[in-house]
């Protein structure tokens, strides 16, 4: 059974760098048919899609925050990361990271519980 | 992109129906048929229940349905359940290897 889970400080200052990793288990990262997402959620508010990258490291980004993010692939140790630059309170949010199957149910299958990530000082 | 254009709220009796709507553009719902629909149960993750507008994954009760038409996509809940109260979330392709949420709808079962 696939599992992801994310993992990072739930406390971040503004101005500085929010940095999330998933680890994914149960299969491995580098399958042809998926693409790997993050997604946060604000308290009380509604999905955003930030974002996914390919196990061969090509990502793709929302246009709303591409000048801020980074996700990254490490199929050495079955994970794939998120950085969000230059933070500022409306980036709390409970972030997810998912599989997006590319074959199959062509939507996000599996997904982590999800991290809490506030920005206050 | 802007995110999909969902009714805040719904409800319905229970056995009753409810349909929630989904409205986008030309660019990402009436563009491409990958439109997916997502229920969220408090402090929960998102689980899929509608791809490709109107397949069901494995295990999705029969009761859940999805169609489209032109830029609109919807989700019908049929013989509504309790447990069918939760926040549903439709999604889209882009184009670009790129997708979008719409605001999402709390459905409340009376």
């Known amino acids: 059974q696939l599992q992801l889970q994310e993992s990072g400080p739930g406390l971040v200052k503004p101005s500085e760098t929010l940095s999330l990793t998933c680890s994914v288990s149960?299969?491995?990262?580098?399958?042809?048919?998926?693409?790997w997402a993050w997604i946060r959620q604000p308290p009380g508010k509604g999905l955003e899609w930030i974002g996914n990258v390919f196990y061969t490291g090509d990502p793709y980004y929302s246009p709303s925050l591409k000048s801020r993010v980074t996700i990254a692939v490490d199929t050495s140790k079955n994970q794939f990361s998120l950085k969000v630059r230059s933070v500022t309170a409306a980036d709390t949010a409970v972030y997810f990271c998912?599989?997006?199957?590319?074959?199959?149910?062509?939507?996000?299958?599996?997904w982590g519980q999800g991290a809490l990530v506030t920005v206050s000082s | 992109q802007s995110a999909l254009t969902q009714p805040p709220s719904a409800s319905g009796s229970p056995g009753q129906s409810v349909t929630i709507s989904c409205t986008g553009t030309?660019?990402?719902?009436?563009?491409?048929?990958?439109v997916s629909w997502y229920q969220q149960h408090p402090g929960k993750a998102p689980k899929v229940i509608i791809y490709?507008?109107?397949k069901r994954p494995s295990g999705v009760p029969d009761r859940f349905s999805g169609s489209k038409s032109g830029n609109t996509a919807s989700l019908t809940v049929s013989g509504l359940l309790a447990d069918d109260e939760a926040d549903y979330y439709c999604?889209?392709?882009?184009?670009?290897?790129?997708?979008?949420f719409g605001g999402g709808t709390k459905l409340t079962v009376l």
């Open positions: 030309s660019s990402d719902i009436g563009g491409h048929n990958y």
């Open positions: 149960g299969d491995s990262i580098s399958g042809s048919h998926y693409y």
């Open positions: 998912a599989r997006h199957d590319l074959m199959t149910t062509t939507s996000l299958d599996y």
């Open positions: 490709d507008v109107t």
């Open positions: 999604n889209s392709y882009v184009g670009s290897n790129t997708y979008v």
